[in-house]
């Protein structure tokens, strides 16, 4: 437990790093005005809260920095939820009053609107990821050896798909694994098929003794659902203007990570619904160990339907990207209860 005067100057040093990126000294806190402590008294509780795990410092400097438990400390203590200031308010209301057709084009305007104001990375899905589900699936053979694919979802989408037939697999057999597929599937989110397949149909296709495996790999390749068509990101090159990340492997296993569509796609959607904070190490991934990521759910009808989310450095503006998720979770299911009624 801190005492206030440690939660004070643990307050303090976070501000100040965050806005200078540089170690912060006792002596750049005492002339702060809301603090009023001497660098002597700054310095002792600066080396208790180093000692606790609440500040690190940097080899080459006498400053301190704030570690990954301070951070979250910070987060879960000490940051000040604001509104947003005149910019912030005036960017977010023009944008949700412009006309679009497509929730595509509002998912890819959220992203770089994001992007545009933090100065950070933007990861937003869409309603659709959840809400597309299996209206319909036919299979018809082009030749022995493939076949195209037709998903009709409950929007309307159609997609087509050239998928390989299992050798030795006669059409009627295929008729009846399509019959068991609608029948099984119809209704599943996109999201969930491939989980599915495997709870639900992967015994009933064992019965088919000619082509098993084969034939689970091609309804695999039918119900693959194309991650990188449903997540969109803003400002992926912003890293490199942080200044902790003039490490060029550093900047590069970040980058690299947000090319791995379903890496980044599973990393955005294991989190619980409502906002959520991932800072440093609490990220399962090794490249994110210097960032943070902070992600709020949308809903419709008290189902999630999306996610908005902001990767940035672990020295990251938490409270403004903290009132600019919530701010636009809200105004998403606004839209949205406009758009689905």
Not at 14 to 34: F, L, M, N, Q, T
Not at 116 to 136: A, R
Request: include cysteine; aromatic fraction near 6%; glycine fraction near 6%.
């Amino acid at each position: 437990m801190l005492t206030e005067r440690q939660r004070m100057i643990l307050n303090a040093i976070v501000d100040d790093y965050i806005r200078s990126a540089e170690p912060i000294g006792s002596r750049s806190i005492s002339k702060r005005g809301d603090v009023g402590f001497s660098p002597a008294t700054i310095r002792n509780e600066m080396s208790d809260l180093e000692e606790l795990g609440f500040l690190e410092q940097p080899h080459t400097s006498a400053g301190r920095i704030p570690s990954h438990k301070g951070y979250r400390y910070y987060v879960d203590h000490l940051v000040r939820h604001g509104t947003l200031d005149a910019h912030e308010l005036e960017t977010v209301k023009l944008f949700f009053a412009e006309k679009v057709q497509e929730m595509e084009e509002v998912i890819q305007h959220t992203a770089n609107m994001l992007s545009g104001l933090t100065n950070y990375t933007s990861i937003v899905l869409g309603p659709e990821v959840f809400t597309n589900t299996l209206k319909h699936l036919q299979i018809i053979p082009l030749n022995d050896k493939t076949a195209v694919a037709i998903i009709v979802t409950n929007t309307g989408h159609v997609e087509n798909k050239t998928v390989a037939i299992p050798p030795g697999l006669p059409m009627n057999e295929i008729e009846k694994v399509v019959n068991l597929l609608n029948a099984r599937l119809q209704g599943v989110p996109l999201l969930q098929f491939k989980s599915k397949l495997y709870t639900e149909v992967a015994g009933e296709l064992n019965k088919y003794a000619v082509g098993y495996h084969e034939l689970l790999t091609m309804v695999e390749s039918v119900l693959e659902n194309d991650e990188k068509d449903r997540i969109f990101l803003g400002g992926t090159t912003n890293m490199l203007t942080q200044p902790e990340f003039k490490d060029v492997d550093k900047v590069k296993n970040i980058l690299d990570l947000l090319e791995q569509t379903p890496v980044l796609f599973k990393l955005v959607t294991s989190s619980p619904t409502g906002l959520q904070i991932k800072i440093g190490s609490e990220n399962s991934l090794a490249a994110m160990n210097d960032c943070s990521l902070i992600t709020a759910t949308y809903s419709y009808d008290d189902q999630p339907l999306g996610t908005i989310g902001i990767l940035g450095p672990t020295r990251m503006e938490y409270a403004k990207v903290i009132r600019l998720l919530e701010h636009l979770s809200a105004n998403m299911e606004v839209l949205l209860s406009r758009w689905y009624k």
